[in-house]
């Protein structure tokens, strides 16, 4: 089965500074994706970021970028220059046509004043 | 482009009564999902339809859940009668199609259960 572990239930992080979620996953497939999604307190579920497993290049979108290790089927998020707006529940996501979206339990993001 | 909509936002119920969520995805997706998130946990995916067929109900506890999308744009989910554990949000999501490749999921504001 396909699992994906999220091993912080919550993070906490200075605003300005940076922070690294984790997430580690359990597949035997070799194609798939990996996303990480944002879910502030409103609920809506807002993509941040993705990543082909085929691609070793690590995935950036302006302050967020992931760190994939598919040997070790790792896929943490790091956010730089943490800013207020970024204090959310943060899902990692495993994709397959196969198994569809398995998510994590989640990370819930405090950023401090 | 409008989101996807979803009503109601939230919805209090007696244990054995039952309910029902709508959920509007956004135009042109022909895939629609329907998610449970119970407190505390990830999504988990309930039922997904491609069009107004199913594609996935493996997860759908279809003594008492049911969904449908009779003309493939909107669809509702039914819990009839309603447990405890039903207690969650209920998130609808939409995607252009999924046939095996990545389409990125769209997903409505939820609709907070309380079972009683």
């Known amino acids: 089965a396909q699992t994906v572990t999220q091993s912080q239930p919550e993070m906490s992080v200075q605003e300005a500074e940076t922070v690294t979620l984790s997430c580690t996953y359990d597949?035997?497939?070799?194609?798939?994706?990996l996303f990480w999604y944002k879910q502030p307190p409103s609920r809506q579920m807002i993509l941040v970021i993705r990543?082909?497993?085929?691609?070793?290049q690590n995935a950036t979108e302006n302050r967020f970028s992931v760190n994939f290790q598919k040997a070790a089927k790792s896929f943490s998020l790091k956010i730089s220059d943490s800013q207020l707006g970024d204090a959310a529940m943060y899902f990692c996501?495993?994709?397959?046509?196969?198994?569809?979206?398995?998510f994590g339990t989640g990370t819930r993001l405090k950023v401090l004043a | 482009e409008a989101g996807v909509a979803q009503s109601p936002r939230y919805k209090i119920i007696e244990k054995r009564q039952s309910v029902a969520f709508w959920c509007n995805p956004i135009?042109?997706?022909?895939?629609l999902y329907w998610y449970q998130q119970i407190l505390g946990q990830g999504p988990k995916l309930l039922i997904q339809?491609?069009?107004?067929?199913?594609?996935?109900d493996s997860q759908l506890p279809k003594d008492r859940f049911s969904a449908e999308r009779l003309k493939g744009v909107d669809s509702t989910l039914k819990i009839q009668p309603a447990k405890l554990e039903d207690s969650a949000v209920y998130l609808c999501?939409?995607?252009?199609?999924?046939?095996?490749?990545?389409?990125?999921?769209?997903f409505g504001p939820g609709t907070r259960l309380t079972v009683l």
């Open positions: 996501v495993w994709f397959s046509g196969t198994y569809k979206y398995i």
């Open positions: 999501a939409s995607s252009w199609e999924s046939s095996g490749s990545f389409n990125e999921q769209f």
């Open positions: 135009s042109g997706h022909a895939t």
């Open positions: 597949t035997s497939e070799s194609d798939y994706y």
């Open positions: 990543q082909e497993a085929y691609k070793q």
């Open positions: 339809f491609q069009n107004n067929g199913v594609v996935d």
